[in-house]
């Protein structure tokens, strides 16, 4: 005789699911993003190391992968491409010569303000369903939920 399992939430309402909701979010966003920063040769993840670079001058590649979340190998790539595209400089780290430090060059800057303000029409399009408080209260959410983590 088969033994009745108890209702389980996430399997019968997975649209319920905290992951499932972020993954969906972040599909939709990621590709109209993408599709937004192609005309300028820009991936969503090459313009994140853009924009934390623009926010942090002389971040190193080792923090950068760290704050980015992005292994060294790949962050290593994404520099190495950023550099050969003359989108930012690399200097060694006074501090530790085996660190580069990195900054955005001026060609990196514009390429930056021209790719945030595509970004950022792309957030109010995502976003255009919510309230302007809807919207801080989806992005203080998310940014405490980061930095739990």
């Known amino acids: ?3 009745a399992h108890p209702a389980d939430p996430v399997i019968d309402r997975p649209e319920t699911a905290l992951g499932f909701l972020l993954n969906q979010a972040a599909v939709i966003v990621r590709d109209r993003t993408a599709a937004a920063l192609a ?6 993840r090459v313009f994140g190391v853009l924009l934390l670079i623009g926010h942090q001058p002389g971040v190193t590649q080792t923090e950068a992968s ?11 790539q994404l520099v190495t491409d950023l550099s050969d595209r003359k989108l930012i400089k690399q200097a060694v780290s006074p501090d530790d010569r085996r660190n580069r430090r990195l900054q955005l060059t001026a060609q990196g800057s514009r390429t930056l303000r021209r790719a945030a303000a595509l970004a950022e029409q792309v957030e109010h399009d995502v976003t255009a369903g919510l309230s302007r408080a809807d ?8 940014a405490q939920l980061l930095q739990s983590l």
Do not use: E, Y
């Open 39 to 44: 005309p300028l040769n820009l991936h969503p």
């Open 1 to 3: 005789m088969a033994t």
């Open 66 to 76: 760290q704050r980015l979340r992005i292994d060294r190998t790949t962050m290593s």
């Open 135 to 142: 919207t801080a209260a989806l992005k203080s959410t998310l």
